[in-house]
């Protein structure tokens, strides 16, 4: 059946101005001060929806939106929502020849695209046969069309009725494994995760201010940033920049929000950062993480810093948010934490089955929020959305209090001698010592052809060296147990990540 109410905009964006909020700030840009109410948000959507229909954008084209965390990016999101066209928020941070692949993947009729990102995408759309229509968000190349121009004397339009089953908009995986996927999201996800993380992990309202290092084109992100602070009227600070250690302690300090959402590699960077430094002055009152699973001792150093905990959760771009989490009051570092309410979870191993407490299994999820499928992947699709249940392809341990344990990636599990070993274990291990910022753990086979784990590493200070390397060696092995030590450790300038922060390591596999 098809519903004005069903369309994710009304909730979103309409309902603000008939309870009185018009007039209340909805974004703050940190660097340049410009800022955009309840009520401009709702007039530009409504204008960007009929600057969509003036240029013969239909309902169900896809508007790809390579725009960085400025206030165009909601207008464009909401108003494509509002008429019918499904937006798909690119990665920001990606070379040409990935552009040019999701382009041609999601053909995208329509290009929104900030000034300094054009460059890189420019020849991607050269060649592109579906994009017929490019819009540059700042100050836009000669003959080229602006975001001003291309809403200015639009018609107003209102927000029309879908099914709240119909897709919404696209997010394309991070490629932590490879190549992105085109996930397709429907309109009740959004407000699904709402009601859900936001209501009842995160207690967001309307008072609060949220500041997100992660960006709108991550699923993490667009929650954070967006779908929760819309959700209730709050007001969200966006950060354009690459967000550095300095400058988001600058940016906690200047802006006082009361909710930080960051990821494990920005916040041992922080807690390094505040060593030297010392914490900001702030108003936080909650910080979560997502990403990648939070080693215990960041956390409790986080902690120690700010007197704020961490509440370390699990979400996907195909769940669309956190769906396992730790909780205010209720945070064991270390661990996932439990089921967020209105999701369920299993464990189970290669067969489909069940396993018990203690036992390693893949982490199967239920909940409102799942997306629809990968576009055009059939066969991906049909291994990862079982029924009413979606694969993680994340390993977990379930303790007997419940809680989970992060165990790795199902592609990053491997034995040693005939005992599951799970990398971040190791990793963990290796990051509770002082010289170590960051870690990754692959398996790497032996002159017998044996796997054994390997690791790379990040120093925090001084070289590394053959005593380095030894000590590490010592440290992980009392810490937990003989056989798990990394027989080979490298150090490198970075890891290779995904713009979202995952560590990429299968590109660390195939350099062994």
């Not at 700010?306 to 769906?323: A, C, Q």
């Not at 994340?394 to 005939?418: A, N, P, Q």
């Not at 060296?465 to 030894?470: H, S, V």
Request: with cysteine; glycine share 10%; hydrophobic share 40%.
């Amino acid at each position: 059946m098809l519903s004005v109410d069903a369309n994710a905009a009304r909730y979103f964006v309409d309902r603000h101005l008939t309870e009185g909020r018009g007039g209340k700030t909805a974004y703050v840009e940190a660097e340049t001060g410009r800022t955009l109410s309840y009520a401009q948000m709702a007039t530009r959507a409504g204008q960007v929806a009929g600057a969509l229909q003036r240029v013969g954008i239909k309902p169900e084209e896809r508007a790809a939106v390579l725009v960085l965390d400025q206030i165009e990016f909601p207008q464009i999101f909401w108003g494509a929502l509002k008429t019918g066209v499904i937006p798909v928020p690119l990665n920001t941070l990606l070379a040409t020849p990935v552009y040019d692949v999701i382009l041609r993947d999601c053909r995208a009729a329509i290009l929104f695209v900030s000034a300094p990102l054009w460059d890189v995408v420019a020849p991607a759309v050269a060649e592109n046969p579906y994009i017929r229509k490019v819009v540059v968000i700042g100050d836009a190349p000669e003959g080229m069309t602006g975001f001003d121009a291309f809403i200015d004397g639009a018609v107003e339009v209102g927000t029309i009725a879908v099914s709240a089953d119909e897709v919404a908009f696209w997010l394309y995986s991070s490629g932590s494994t490879g190549q992105p996927k085109g996930v397709a999201h429907i309109h009740s996800a959004l407000q699904a995760t709402a009601d859900t993380y936001g209501k009842d992990v995160l207690g967001i309202v309307e008072q609060d201010v949220v500041l997100s290092a992660a960006k709108f084109f991550f699923a993490y992100g667009l929650g954070n940033e967006m779908t929760f602070p819309q959700s209730v009227g709050a007001t969200s600070v966006l950060f354009t920049s690459r967000p550095t250690p300095k400058a988001m302690i600058e940016t906690i300090e200047a802006h006082q929000p009361t909710i930080f959402c960051g990821v494990p590699t920005l916040y041992a960077a922080m807690v390094a950062q505040m060593d030297e430094t010392g914490p900001p002055s702030a108003a936080l009152r909650i910080c979560i993480s997502a990403g990648e699973a939070l080693p215990e001792d960041v956390g409790k150093r986080w902690e120690k810093h700010t007197g704020v905990g961490i509440l370390d959760g699990v979400g996907s771009t195909e769940m669309l948010h956190i769906f396992l989490s730790n909780t205010v009051g209720d945070i064991v570092y270390g661990t996932s934490g439990r089921a967020v309410p209105g999701y369920e979870l299993r464990l189970v191993d290669e067969h489909g089955q069940e396993v018990g407490k203690g036992e390693i299994g893949e982490l199967l999820v239920k909940g409102a929020s799942a997306a629809q499928c990968y576009w055009n992947q059939r066969n991906k699709s049909r291994m990862t959305f079982e029924g009413v249940w979606t694969r993680t392809g994340d390993k977990y341990e379930r303790r007997d209090d419940g809680r989970l344990i992060y165990c790795g990636r199902t592609d990053d599990m491997f034995k040693v001698s005939g005992i599951w070993l799970s990398p971040f274990e190791v990793e963990g291990a290796l990051v509770d010592h002082p010289r170590v910022l960051e870690a990754a753990v692959v398996a790497h086979r032996d002159a017998d052809g044996l796997e054994k784990p390997k690791a790379f590493i990040v120093v925090q200070s001084g070289e590394a060296d053959r005593a380095l390397f030894d000590a590490l060696k010592a440290h992980v092995k009392a810490k937990i147990g003989l056989w798990k030590y990394p027989r080979w450790i490298e150090a490198v300038e970075e890891l290779p990540k995904t713009a979202t922060g995952k560590i990429q390591r299968f590109k660390l596999r195939e350099d062994c």
